[in-house]
């Protein structure tokens, strides 16, 4: 079976940065800048891009075009005989399949706050009644079961048909549509009589408040955002690596992708700054910032329900292009595996996922009495915990190992494959920093991750 190809360079660039762009850009980077010193966090958050993510990201795609085939059989093609590096294979596949047990849950919030919105459900409501509105959301099994469900089908709604008729073309429309709204946005938002000093907050570096906080934390904090942020680990970049021709250099490519996530992450804190100040609202913490801050600010706003609805659309772009593209990633270790057609792939893949997704949905009401890491940790935690701390830094550093040691694939076929085509090359002076550093940077974040998790 002949393997599929995506249409155009474009598809590429859309699709890997669709995949990397979802909900933590758009809420956990501003709030991290907030807190964390504003533009001198953004610095080191650009910094650990080029040294940590790119070569990274270069690395999953010159393993996908190398092997022409999905995470799960990548390692086969290219490993000798013998060896064992395949095991990671499984658990890149079984990493997609724990991502999107919770991802479907988030994302089928941002469509029923997109709905809300456009219904002008918050309209009128006070502070604390949006607040509220977000654990309405929550506690109720029927609608977090119901919009959980639709992401799934979506989805694979999307991903049954050709790769380039189906997830290609979608992901175009709806990537260049997210762009075009974020600018949107964002040229709202200077003209709030906030915007200076939400700007001067977000993109001027603090450097009393990055003392106070401890620079080792800051630069952890970078670390920790910029490594994240493009997924890498569980072969979700790999999948689109195989899809391409030889006719471009792939750190060329990973930059371009690379500046596309920044991008939207740097546009999303412009957009959300200057509204917080203009109405006086906690830059604060996490989800609560997208839930319950801007719903109150959109409400405050002259035509706040356009501006709310846009917004959500957004999200909902956002979230629904990671989500797609860890269906493919999903459907193709399922095609190359069992040797199912595309259309099965996806149909025995939407019931399994809407199965594997109620845990998390109803972990919220049904069963918010099970508290599996402790305090008050939900389901939700659990998931996430396993792919952000345990799964995606490891399944970076066995990449990283394979990708560059003797016992696996080794430099050279490495250096070979990512160079083929035009654009910017690996260079040979870069050999002794991925091969030794890297490794060991990804390491200490992952037991620097899993010791703060639990002391906090």
Not at 42 to 70: C, D, H, N
Not at 193 to 216: C, R, T, V, W
Request: one cysteine or more.
């Amino acid at each position: 079976m002949e393997r599929e190809r995506l249409g155009s360079r474009l598809g590429f660039i859309l699709l890997s940065a669709g995949c990397a762009i979802g909900v933590g850009n758009v809420w956990k980077f501003p709030y991290m800048a907030g807190q964390y010193g504003g533009g001198a966090f953004v610095l080191i958050y650009l910094f650990f891009l080029v040294i940590l993510g790119l070569p990274m990201l270069t690395i999953e795609f010159s393993l996908g075009r190398a092997s022409q085939k999905s995470p799960v059989r990548l390692y086969q093609q290219l490993e000798t005989k013998g060896s064992k590096w395949h095991l990671h294979g499984y658990a890149c596949m079984i990493g997609n399949y724990v991502l999107m047990m919770f991802y479907t849950t988030v994302a089928g919030w941002m469509v029923q706050y997109f709905v809300n919105t456009a219904r002008g459900k918050f309209t009128g409501m006070d502070p604390e009644q949006v607040g509220e509105a977000f654990g309405a959301v929550c506690s109720n099994p029927t609608t977090m079961m119901i919009y959980t469900t639709l992401v799934v089908i979506i989805g694979f709604f999307v991903c049954s048909f050709s790769l380039q008729k189906g997830l290609e073309r979608v992901t175009k429309y709806m990537m260049l549509a997210l762009l075009a709204i974020m600018v949107l946005l964002a040229v709202h938002s200077f003209t709030m009589n906030g915007a200076s000093e939400g700007l001067s907050f977000y993109l001027k570096p603090d450097l009393g408040k990055m003392q106070e906080i401890g620079m080792g934390n800051v630069i952890v904090g970078a670390m920790n955002q910029a490594f994240f942020t493009l997924s890498l680990g569980i072969g979700s970049m790999a999948i689109f690596g195989s899809y391409l021709d030889k006719k471009r250099s792939l750190m060329g490519e990973s930059l371009n992708v690379v500046l596309l996530d920044t991008f939207v992450a740097l546009t999303s804190g412009l957009i959300i700054f200057p509204a917080c100040f203009t109405y006086n609202v906690e830059v604060g913490a996490g989800p609560s910032l997208i839930f319950v801050t801007l719903p109150n600010v959109f409400n405050n706003m002259p035509l706040g329900n356009l501006w709310g609805t846009l917004f959500f659309i957004f999200m909902t772009f956002a979230a629904l292009s990671t989500v797609f593209a860890v269906f493919e990633n999903i459907l193709a270790c399922c095609m190359d595996l069992f040797g199912w057609s595309r259309k099965k792939a996806c149909v025995i893949n939407c019931v399994a996922l809407i199965i594997l997704s109620l845990p998390c949905a109803l972990g919220f009401n049904v069963l918010s009495g099970i508290h599996p890491l402790g305090g008050s940790t939900n389901i939700l935690d659990l998931e996430d915990f396993l792919v952000s701390n345990i799964l995606l830094p490891l399944g970076s550093v066995a990449f990283l190992l394979f990708a560059t040691s003797k016992r696996g694939w080794g430099w050279k076929n490495l250096m070979a494959e990512a160079n083929a085509g035009d654009g910017l090359k690996l260079k040979n002076w870069m050999r002794g920093y991925i091969t030794y550093v890297l490794p060991v940077i990804v390491l200490a974040l992952f037991v620097i991750g899993i010791i703060s998790y639990f002391s906090h």
